[in-house]
């Protein structure tokens, strides 16, 4: 079975990463974990991107060279918030390895060799922060970069330029025959109209700098770093080294951008392929941008707020649960202490967190922690988990909708508390009759069981706190690792068994330090 092959964005590695990096690595991370649950085959990429104008000047300006520069970056920043953040990836790819550098200069050189590539030259602006080369017309006054906002460079130098002019048709008709390849569809409009409105050949080296992977007929070039770093994903998975690997991983069915990237990736890259004669990506789709004051987040302009402040606050789960639940996938979205604390305390604390200690403290207290068998059906609520099975399943697994998904599993989490709140299970508990009994126990089974299938549920969005919820239920010892449920199975009725052992564990979200 070909794998389920999902990217991030490489990062640039002239910064540390803020909120924005870790939000597309993070909605990876997700993607990732619910299609492991769906039983399938699945290869998670992120890497750096460490070449280019703008990595080779941070490193300057820091007094070492451009690779001790992405060495520290890498070890002290990048891969310890992956880690912090319990991000899954298979594999960790940097541009400065070998396994990278070598298969580049063979990509570029088979172009070379078809004709695809001819030299010429260019003249014109660029934007070191893009890393891109710019038409005048878009931008802004002063000579401002559009995204930076910040004056571009006027180049005038010898390059090599890939026909990327010709590929116009090609990309259109293969927009055309994959209307779900670019996502959502605002992006897909843009970049529909971008190619229609005629593509420009591309100048794929740069001769008057050398922190890059040296054009291998020519090596007073470097090949441009969007080349360099959009072919990370080939060569991560095998391309010209691993044929068996690339076979089972190849193409991309998911490579998450930001929507400043998209272009890259959804012209660009498409063309690139189409000139190797390589399987095009799935799917394109591009995230929004987190906002600051109406700005894009960024370290640039110094709106980058760190991921650890956030988690040291509301813990890692809560903040793997916020943005993707606050935040439509696809539009752009602010942050706000208040907003996240709110949802914090109404949807974690209150609506999950609470529900899953009271329902394990009146197992406790009435069934002395063993999970009592139902002595009736609760088609109410075994029917809305399957609904909410099917509905999170197709949002987020295959339609990338992680708030729709989120808000499908937290209906159904209400729907369990005002169960509870009817049915009143410690008065029934007052009842000491076998009738009493008897619904006392189908109340608590009933939450319980809703409880097992929101812990598979929300293992691939909170994976430690979902693992709690998993230990406290006694589901591991009947029902395997929690990694191991299929998502399908989630929404199964009668999975926990009578005499499970329900423990009251540590509470899942404590009250936030004023
Ligand atoms: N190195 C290139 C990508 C090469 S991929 C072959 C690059 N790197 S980057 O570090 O500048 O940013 C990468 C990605 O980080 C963006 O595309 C986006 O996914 C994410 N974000 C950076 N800032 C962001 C926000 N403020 N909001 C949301 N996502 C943002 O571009």
Wanted: glycine share 8%; proline share 6%; hydrophobic share 40%.
């Amino acid at each position: 079975m070909a794998a389920y092959y999902v990217t991030t964005p490489i990062y640039y590695v002239n910064d540390a990463p803020h909120l924005g990096h870790a939000y597309t690595t993070v909605a990876g991370d997700v993607l990732t974990r619910w299609h492991r649950q769906r039983g399938e085959d699945v290869w998670f990429l992120t890497g750096t991107d460490e070449h280019g104008q703008k990595i080779m000047r941070t490193a300057d300006a820091n007094g070492v060279t451009p690779q001790e520069w992405a060495d520290k970056l890498v070890a002290e920043a990048w891969r310890p918030l992956w880690e912090h953040l319990e991000i899954a990836n298979d594999d960790f790819i940097r541009t400065t390895e070998p396994r990278h550098t070598q298969r580049v200069q063979e990509f570029v050189q088979d172009l070379y060799d078809k004709g695809e590539i001819y030299k010429g030259s260019y003249t014109g602006p660029y934007c070191v922060g893009c890393e891109e080369f710019k038409s005048p017309g878009e931008l802004l006054e002063g000579d401002l970069c559009p995204i930076h906002k910040r004056p571009v460079e006027w180049l005038e130098e010898d390059n090599y330029f890939f026909k990327l002019s010709e590929y116009g048709p090609r990309l259109l008709e293969f927009y055309e025959n994959n209307p779900t390849f670019i996502q959502p569809a605002s992006a897909r409009n843009e970049v529909v109209q971008f190619v229609k409105s005629g593509l420009q050949d591309l100048s794929i080296s740069r001769s008057s700098f050398d922190w890059g992977i040296p054009i291998p007929w020519d090596g007073k070039h470097v090949i441009y770093v969007w080349v360099d770093a959009l072919l990370n994903y080939a060569t991560a998975v095998g391309y010209g080294s691993d044929q068996e690997k690339f076979d089972r991983v190849w193409p991309a069915d998911v490579h998450l951008v930001g929507k400043d990237i998209l272009r890259f990736h959804a012209v660009i890259w498409p063309a690139m392929l189409m000139a190797q004669g390589l399987p095009l990506p799935g799917r394109v789709f591009a995230n929004g941008w987190l906002m600051v004051g109406g700005e894009k987040m960024s370290k640039s302009n110094l709106t980058g707020i760190s991921p650890r402040q956030l988690t040291e606050h509301f813990g890692v789960d809560a903040y793997r649960y916020y943005f993707l639940r606050a935040i439509p996938f696809g539009q752009d979205g602010s942050f706000s202490w208040e907003d996240f604390s709110a949802r914090y305390t109404s949807e974690l604390a209150n609506d999950f967190g609470n529900l899953a200690s009271r329902v394990a403290a009146m197992v406790g207290k009435y069934f002395d922690g063993k999970l009592p068998a139902p002595a009736a059906e609760t088609p109410e609520i075994s029917g809305a988990l399957a609904t909410a099975v099917t509905n999170a399943d197709r949002a987020i697994g295959d339609d990338l909708d992680f708030a729709g998904g989120l808000a499908h599993i937290f209906d159904f989490v209400r729907k369990v508390n005002l169960y509870l709140s009817e049915q009143e299970p410690w008065k029934v508990a007052k009842d000491d009759s076998p009738e009493g009994r008897a619904k006392l126990a189908t109340i608590l089974y009933t939450a319980a069981e809703a409880l097992r299938g929101v812990a598979v549920l929300l293992n691939p969005v909170m994976p430690a706190t979902a693992e709690k919820l998993w230990v406290s239920l006694g589901a591991e010892e009947h029902l395997g690792p929690l990694a191991e449920q299929r998502i399908a199975e989630a929404g199964t009725w009668g999975r926990l068994p009578e005499g499970a052992t329900v423990t009251k564990g540590e509470i899942l979200f404590p009250r936030l330090e004023s």
